[in-house]
């Protein structure tokens, strides 16, 4: 009878581990998704002079950015500045119009913590989080990815991501992020835009710029990479 009480007792101990685990997980994931909007909020970038937003991406030396928001070409300068103030220079290393894409150079590295860029594309349906630019009052959005799919305006994109972000003008570049904090597209436009750009297919092209970059004797700021012009 002591064995049957001790083992019905462990049982309901078990139990109630679980469901208090169960509970602090749920307590848990606010925090958790806050601290992943602050992460995104830093790794925003605004263009100067501010009309667009960039992502700090990779190896912290790179930006990800909207193409149509480059006004120079490949090898030319293009500034940014953090949501701190601090303005980091740096080189337009690629300009990808058909796709909408871009890659800045800085001359240093980022002191903020740089996003991964996803290698796949992300799945209708799938939750995903977007803060905007960071220079002007902006609330963070938990936004659904409603469908992939053709838009006029990106001739060179089959599967842009409809999203139900609602963007203001000048959110150009801002990103798009997966829960995991990959960057997953770019705003296509502001004013209530909820298009993407995917950033999949730059992912390999960062992945060069970075190995580049880390050879002994790489310049960082100077140099153009293949990339299309505008």
Do not use: W, Y
Request: with cysteine; proline share 8%.
């Amino acid at each position: 009878m002591r064995a049957r009480r001790l083992s019905r007792l462990a049982g309901v101990l078990v139990v109630a581990g679980l469901v208090a685990c169960g509970s602090s997980k749920k307590q848990e994931e606010p925090e958790d998704t806050q601290q992943a909007f602050l992460t995104l909020r830093d790794a925003t970038v605004t263009l100067f002079p501010g009309h667009c937003a960039g992502v700090i991406v990779e190896d912290g030396h790179h930006a990800l950015t909207a193409a149509h928001c480059i006004d120079v070409p490949p090898g030319e300068r293009q500034p940014v500045v953090l949501r701190s103030g601090r303005m980091l220079s740096g080189v337009v290393k690629v300009v990808d119009s058909m796709r909408d894409l871009a890659v800045i150079r800085f001359d240093e590295a980022a002191p903020v913590r740089p996003l991964h860029v996803a290698t796949t594309l992300p799945i209708p349906g799938e939750g995903l989080l977007f803060f905007g630019r960071t220079d002007r009052p902006n609330e963070p959005q938990e936004v659904e990815l409603k469908r992939l799919g053709r838009c006029p305006s990106l001739p060179g994109v089959p599967q842009a991501l409809f999203t139900s972000l609602d963007g203001e003008k000048g959110d150009s570049g801002a990103p798009v992020v997966d829960r995991q904090l990959q960057v997953v597209g770019l705003v296509h436009g502001g004013a209530a835009c909820s298009i993407a750009t995917p950033t999949a297919d730059m992912a390999p092209v960062l992945d060069t710029l970075v190995a580049e970059l880390a050879r002994p004797g790489a310049e960082q700021g100077v140099g153009g990479s293949g990339g299309a012009g505008q």
